[in-house]
């Protein structure tokens, strides 16, 4: 076994950069195991909240397998599948009012280029050939491709590529931890969209796309209160599409089905991946209002988007019965109820631990940041790694979480991720929190 893993790290391009990296053998439930016999919490979810469910559901398993005796593939473009069509009318039934225009990807990525570029032909269709602009945030993050890239605030990820990078306007995160006016309860982060829009001018600007919780960038950070009221106001005042990319927070992951449901509003476009197919297959889906579905069916032109395993019917087939898991488990309630826990446990720990700056999120999308001094903020130097330290201690601690950096300002800040499956037990979320609590104290032990 350990002569097959070592040939497989020389030929497999992406552990090779990265180090020699465990091998997990074997997933059950919310547990990983590796194969030095270690056993770990998946409380990353898989990379950040894929595993909604937890790995090995029987339900799921027989599902993909008998649709791959049934039907494996068949090309979009000429015929449809039961499976696909049967899920895009259960998330038709799931998404925020008048989101019922739905279709399926494959990636986060993917999905949100597909999403704006929705936008983009919705204003062709309406006759507006001059609105084109995508709005985002700094330190968002909507996908690894060279197009996402260009409307994702993840300056780390986009520097090495920026010559070939379509750059679009932004906007400031709404981050509570460093911003007094977040915390006070202010939207000037919101307003500052209106700014930025009569900046470029409203006959220019096609759309405005943000998470709800901000996920991989910034560690589970969620806009205040009344930001997404107040975006929905902007948005409308200046004729201006709201996307909400839920990649990471939909599906149940923040305690409702789709996190924009805690602002009690609706965007026009709805983007989610990760928790729809709980890691089983590939898969992302799209939910458009109808308006903006009925502007390009009277106008006539097909929306270009096309990727070959879209509307995939064996992914469709895993997005179908991961749904139908969560619904009869009752897993959304168990979200918010297992994420106040998970995070009633985390913030006990600020006391215990000088690094523990902040414990955020929402359900169970919950997220850490570490910081050099506690009393300013001040984070970690860049080089220092210490989210990764971090990462490694909780691994060798018996969990897996999400390390990241870049949160701050784009550049510095550590922070990770804690989101395992929906399925934890409340036994299980104390054994998390003991893991994190060990790895914090083994973390401030490498500090000089």
Not at 79 to 103: D, H, I, K, Y
Request: with cysteine.
């Amino acid at each position: 076994m350990v002569e097959m893993a070592a040939r497989h790290a020389r030929a497999s391009f992406f552990p090779a950069l990265g180090g020699d990296l465990p091998t997990i053998v074997r997933a059950e439930g919310i547990y990983l195991y590796d194969d030095a016999g270690r056993r770990l919490i998946d409380a990353a979810g898989g990379v950040g909240a894929v595993t909604s469910i937890g790995h090995g559901v029987p339900e799921v398993i027989d599902a993909i397998a008998a649709q791959l005796r049934t039907v494996a593939f068949v090309p979009w473009t000429q015929f449809q599948s039961e499976p696909a069509q049967r899920l895009a009318e259960a998330v038709a039934e799931m998404t925020p009012r008048g989101l019922n225009g739905v279709a399926l990807f494959n990636s986060g990525s993917e999905v949100t280029e597909g999403a704006v570029k929705l936008a983009r032909q919705y204003w062709l269709a309406r006759g507006n050939p001059d609105k084109h602009l995508v709005v985002s945030r700094w330190q968002g993050f909507h996908g690894m491709t060279l197009g996402a890239s260009g409307f994702s605030g993840h300056t780390q990820r986009r520097r090495k590529y920026q010559p070939m990078i379509h750059d679009m306007p932004k906007i400031g995160p709404a981050y509570a931890y460093r911003c007094a006016d977040c915390a006070s309860g202010s939207l000037r982060c919101a307003d500052e969209l209106e700014r930025v829009i009569r900046w470029h001018g409203p006959e220019n600007v096609a759309c405005f796309i943000a998470e709800p919780v901000v996920g991989a960038t910034m560690g589970a950070v969620p806009a205040p209160p009344g930001y997404f009221q107040r975006i929905r106001e902007i948005c409308d005042r200046y004729d201006v599409l709201f996307i909400a990319d839920e990649v990471m927070s939909g599906f149940g992951r923040t305690g409702r089905w789709f996190a924009i449901e805690h602002w009690d509003t609706a965007p026009d476009i709805l983007v989610a991946a990760k928790g729809v197919s709980g890691g089983y297959a590939p898969l992302a889906v799209l939910a458009a209002h109808e308006q903006v579905v009925g502007a390009l069916r009277h106008a006539g032109t097909p929306w270009v988007m096309g990727h070959t395993y879209a509307q995939n019917p064996v992914s469709a087939a895993a997005g179908l019965a991961v749904l139908d898991y969560l619904q009869r488990h009752d897993l959304v309630r168990a979200a918010h109820e297992r994420g106040d826990q998970l995070r009633a446990g985390l913030q006990g720990l600020i006391g215990r631990h000088r690094i523990l700056g902040d414990v955020r999120g929402m359900g169970l999308l919950l997220g850490v940041e570490l910081v050099q001094d506690r009393a300013t903020r001040a984070p970690f130097p860049v080089e220092a790694g210490m989210a990764f330290r971090f990462g490694r201690a909780c691994v060798e601690e018996g969990a897996a979480v999400y390390p990241g950096q870049s949160g701050t300002d784009g550049l510095v800040g550590d922070h990770a991720l804690v989101t395992p499956p929906l399925v934890i037990t409340p036994e299980q979320v104390d054994d998390l929190v003991g893991a994190i609590d060990r790895a914090l104290t083994r973390t401030e032990g490498t500090i000089g």
